[in-house]
């Protein structure tokens, strides 16, 4: 083949091909994927949705426990109506309405304001720590906030039995106490995905790991509901209490806040995350947060599951003990 300039049209065409062959194509050539099964940024992703899976479970057990704690039903959403033998209600009720109850667990005459205030309770401690968390996992490290969140409303949770025999402002405080507690786990698992998730598999991981929330969710009420019926409602609290205590137990032994400290992580793992997240660890301003589409679509969402839920959970129980009065009376 002819020669033009000590260059054949080969080698031209060579050249040329090799020039539109992606940058980003062969830094992947060069930078080998660890393997995703047992590795640490997936162990923290299950680790973290057992946590979430948890963190549900210690917020709605009060929800389904309040029913057997209180040992009237039909006669709190009329109080008007409690003229018919008021004397006698607490062991009328104490006998039909919560006889599966194991003798001496306590009962107590809650009225609804004062169930609504202590189901809520806990949404007044979760709102003030979830900016703050965010910001001082950002700066001091999201394993000790995420676990010590989860540690703390777990103690706490075991000690529901004896705040509700001290009276109701001490169980509204406890419960206050455990949002708070709560309010900082997931602006901390945020924090800890900066650190831990590679841009490529940032979703799945974050998938993974919130999940855990909706599995959470999905197993406590009726496992909180088949506890409740077997042992008496103390013993939920304080199952779910030794669940928190032993994951967390587990989560500071196994987690490190950064793939740099971890002690049990592979040198091609480590180097792997490193450079894939490089300098993307920057921050947005507020303003941006705000303006965006996105920001205001997830302010949205927060708030209906924060508020929403509860409403439609607080109407739903009082249609139910609304129909069991209706029945009763005839």
């Excluded at 083949?1 to 992947?28: F, G, K, N, V």
């Excluded at 995703?36 to 479970?57: H, K, T």
Aim: hydrophobic fraction near 40%.
């Amino acid at each position: 083949m002819a020669l033009y300039d000590s260059w054949s049209i080969s080698s031209t065409m060579e050249d040329q091909e090799e020039e539109e062959t992606p940058l980003l194509h062969e830094q992947a050539k060069q930078r080998t994927v660890p393997p995703q099964c047992c590795s640490a940024r997936f162990n923290l992703a299950f680790m973290m949705f057992l946590g979430f899976a948890v963190v549900y479970g210690l917020r709605v057990n009060l929800s389904v426990a309040m029913v057997a704690m209180v040992n009237t039903t039909g006669n709190q959403f009329n109080d008007s109506e409690s003229k018919e033998c008021p004397e006698s209600s607490t062991s009328s009720n104490s006998s039909n309405d919560n006889s599966d109850q194991p003798d001496g667990v306590p009962r107590y005459t809650w009225n609804p304001q004062t169930q609504g205030m202590l189901l809520g309770a806990f949404f007044f401690g979760y709102l003030f720590t979830q900016v703050p968390g965010g910001y001082l996992s950002g700066r001091c490290g999201g394993s000790r906030f995420l676990g010590g969140g989860v540690l703390g409303t777990a103690v706490l949770t075991i000690l529901t039995p004896l705040a509700a025999e001290l009276g109701v402002n001490w169980l509204f405080a406890l419960r206050a106490l455990e949002g708070l507690g709560e309010g900082v786990t997931f602006p901390a698992m945020m924090a800890m995905w900066a650190c831990w998730a590679p841009p490529l598999e940032r979703a799945r991981l974050m998938t993974i790991s919130g999940a855990g929330g909706n599995f959470g969710a999905f197993i406590a009420f009726p496992l909180t509901g088949f506890i409740c019926h077997s042992l008496g409602w103390p013993a939920v609290f304080y199952c779910c209490g030794g669940a928190g205590c032993l994951w967390a137990v587990l989560w500071f032994i196994m987690v490190s806040d950064e793939p740099r400290t971890h002690p049990r992580i592979s040198d091609r793992e480590r180097e792997y995350i490193i450079n894939s997240i490089g300098s993307e660890r920057t921050l947005m301003g507020w303003r941006s947060v705000f303006y965006l589409s996105a920001g205001i679509s997830v302010f949205g969402a927060l708030y209906y599951t924060l508020f929403g839920t509860g409403k439609i959970q607080t109407w739903a129980l009082k249609e139910k003990q609304t129909e069991s009065e209706t029945e009763r009376k005839h």
